[in-house]
Nanobody, 125 residues
Framework: QVQLVESGGGAVQAGGSLRLTCDAS????????MGWFRQAPGKEREFVAT????????SFSDSVKGRFTISRDNAKNTVYLQMNSLKPEDTAVYYC??????????????????WGQGTQVTVSS
């Protein structure tokens, strides 16, 4: 099995930047399509970004497009979410996730099979 651990969250002022890291451990000889999601207080978990196995294909939600980038280092079994120009509405717990049974890019929560524990991002105005 694969385990995911997120890090890099914290508190930042609006306009600032953070880089989240998702480290995979366990059965990492196989690579997976990875995604980032977030959940704000009182709201449902929502898609943020996804990256293909090779890293060549990425996709973002409209709310973060142009401000966030996603990348991966397969040699390190790590996925990154670079978040720039942060806004108060980006405040949420951020989760990384992977797809066990398909390598296609996907946007729905149900398409992802393994999740990390989340890391808090707080953006103040």
């Amino acid at each position: 099995q694969v385990q995911l651990v997120e890090s890099g969250g914290g508190a930042v002022q609006a306009g600032g930047s953070l880089r989240l890291t998702c480290d995979a451990s366990g059965r990492t000889s196989r690579k997976y399509t990875m995604g980032w999601f977030r959940q704000a207080p009182g709201k449902e978990r929502e898609f943020v970004a996804t990256v293909s196995v090779s890293g060549a294909s990425t996709s973002f939600s409209d709310s973060v497009k142009g401000r966030f980038t996603i990348s991966r280092d397969n040699a390190k079994n790590t996925v990154y979410l670079q978040m720039n120009s942060l806004k108060p509405e980006d405040t949420a717990v951020y989760y990384c996730a992977l797809r066990l049974y398909s390598s296609s890019i996907a946007y729905g929560i149900s398409a992802y099979d393994i999740w990390g524990q989340g890391t808090q991002v707080t953006v103040s105005s």
